[in-house]
């Protein structure tokens, strides 16, 4: 069955520090990978996707994400935290080319430190 | 572009009633996807639409139903509230085709009392 698994439930980071939030997916085929960032009360807003070609994707807010195949991973990281990206990041798999089903972690959330 | 928009943002009813969510699409979107998303269990996928069709649905009881309207508006029902269907409830839309990207709304918080 298809899963994803965040294994770091909660974050803390200076603010200025460097950031990386783990996700690791279990699909067969090749997937489509989400990461979108949650603000308190907010829905949710997408970072940035990957569907092919070049492994390392840009996002919005200076985040970037790597897509490792053989370790069946999709890290999120961005070099330098601010204060305002503390929110909760919910990494997602969508489940083929026709379908707008995502599977979702359980969400890490980021603490920035002063 | 309006982004996904989502009425009521806030719900309060009592177990045993029923309620109405409604979601507005992206301009141009035909696929529109719900999410339940709690505490305990997160987000976790309640049923797509994709023009006036359910094209996919998630492992929860006949009390969620849902239905899309010609012009990609779609609405999600819940009969005999329990207490567990308080959340957040989430709409996101897409084109519908190949490669999709989900653009969520605000939610819906609805609380059961």
């Known amino acids: 069955a298809q899963s994803v698994t965040q294994p770091d439930i909660h974050i803390t980071v200076s603010e200025g520090a460097s950031l990386e939030l783990r996700c690791n997916y279990s699909y067969g085929a090749t997937p489509y990978l989400f990461w979108y960032v949650q603000s308190p009360g907010q829905g949710l807003q997408l970072l940035l996707k990957?569907?092919?070609?070049?492994?390392l994707v840009q996002g919005i807010k200076g985040f970037e994400a790597e897509f490792k195949r053989s370790q069946s991973s999709f890290n999120l990281r961005k070099p330098s935290v601010h204060w305002s990206d503390a929110a909760e990041y919910f990494c997602a798999v969508g489940l083929g080319s026709n379908t707008g089903k995502l599977i979702f972690g359980q969400g890490t959330t980021l603490q920035v430190k002063p | 572009k309006a982004g996904v928009t989502q009425t009521p943002r806030y719900l309060i009813k009592t177990r045993g009633q029923q309620v109405t969510l409604s979601c507005s699409p992206i301009?141009?979107?035909?696929?529109v996807s719900w999410y339940q998303q709690t505490p305990g269990q997160g987000l976790q996928f309640l049923f797509e639409y994709f023009s006036e069709t359910q094209r996919n649905k998630g492992n929860f009881p006949g009390r969620f139903s849902g239905r899309q309207f010609s012009n990609s508006r779609s609405e999600m029902n819940v009969s005999t509230l329990e207490l567990g269907d308080s959340a957040l409830y989430l709409c996101?839309?897409?084109?519908?085709?190949?490669?999709?990207?989900?653009?969520f709304g605000p939610g819906t918080r609805l609380t059961v009392l």
């Open positions: 301009s141009g979107h035909r696929s």
């Open positions: 990957y569907f092919s070609g070049d492994t």
């Open positions: 996101a839309s897409s084109l519908g085709q190949v490669a999709n990207t989900q653009y």
